[in-house]
């Protein structure tokens, strides 16, 4: 049956799993990061996530092949990119309302807006630039710099948005030749080497006196994970191995202008996720700049589409 669909509802049902798979991901880390450390959660979400594309995706797509490629040092590169993002988004959310991290995350089509002018030569209109100015606008709503209610910690989504831009400049370079169970299975292995290089590092909890819950969730100690625990490390692990496998299937069999939105559903998602689970009520002034940031975008993406 799913073979029979064409590739635009293949690649729509790929982004919606997809983006509940990781909006369920982002709600599991963000309880965890009151007892872990981000580098252990990470790391053994990774190693479950490694398995669930070897055992499970990969003999139903390219097989053993699942590793090859001639592309190896974009790999790697694109794969570092994945790991900071991740980090620093995970880093925001230990420290933000779940909404907001979201949201200030979205900012990334309009850096990806940026970055096309500055890497790939594209040209950009006077119509683009102003949804790029409206976007940042809704960013600075966000994060309230200059008031007392302004967070250092509102900056790493920020960053996470930069590394997530750069993925897909990379992603645009790679995807016609290499598939997404590869790209997936790369992505799992540099998260590995990062965070056992960080355990190694830093694992023992020398640093881990830090009053920030940011500072916190990136020195903590490594501790043996509870028994109550062990679902939701399956949960994050079977979810970053799925969608992190449908969301670059989203990607290769149809257009990025059409599957693009449905990653935007992850807004909403985060606001309900919010509000249910961890009794976080956005103000007005928040849904406004989340307004401008998912219309910005929302339009950068349809431009985007057209012009192509």
Not at 128 to 144: D, F, H, P, S
């Amino acid at each position: 049956m799913i073979a029979a669909l064409s590739p635009a509802r293949l690649g729509a049902l790929c982004a919606l799993v997809a983006v509940m798979f990781l909006s369920i991901n982002d709600v599991a880390i963000k309880f965890l990061s009151e007892d872990y450390a981000l580098h252990q959660v990470v790391l053994i979400r990774s190693i479950i996530g490694l398995f669930v594309i070897v055992a499970l995706i990969a003999p139903m797509t390219n097989g053993r092949a699942v590793a090859r490629t001639k592309r190896l040092k974009m790999h790697i590169l694109r794969g570092l990119c994945v790991v900071f993002a991740n980090m620093t988004f995970f880093l925001g959310l230990a420290a933000m309302p779940l909404a907001d991290a979201v949201a200030i995350f979205f900012v990334s089509p309009l850096l990806i807006t940026v970055f096309s002018v500055i890497f790939l030569g594209e040209t950009v209109g006077p119509r683009r630039w102003t949804a790029v100015a409206l976007g940042l606008i809704g960013v600075l709503l966000m994060m309230r710099p200059g008031t007392e209610s302004f967070r250092i910690a509102s900056l790493l989504p920020v960053a996470a948005a930069v590394f997530y831009a750069t993925i897909h400049i990379i992603t645009r370079r790679i995807g016609a030749t290499e598939s997404a169970s590869t790209m997936a299975f790369y992505i799992q292995v540099m998260f590995i080497i990062v965070c056992l290089g960080l355990g190694l590092a830093i694992g023992d909890g020398k640093f881990g006196n830090q009053s920030d819950p940011s500072l916190a969730f990136l020195f903590r100690a490594w501790a043996w994970p509870a028994m109550a625990d062990w679902p939701l490390f399956l949960i994050i692990g079977v979810g970053i191995g799925i969608g992190g496998y449908l969301i670059s299937q989203a990607y290769r069999v149809t257009e990025a202008s059409y599957v693009a939105p449905f990653e935007y559903l992850a807004l909403p998602m985060s606001v309900v996720w919010g509000m249910t689970i961890f009794g976080e009520f956005p103000v007005m002034r928040d849904y406004l700049g989340m307004a401008l940031i998912l219309g910005a975008g929302l339009f950068m993406v349809w431009r985007d589409g057209r012009r192509r």
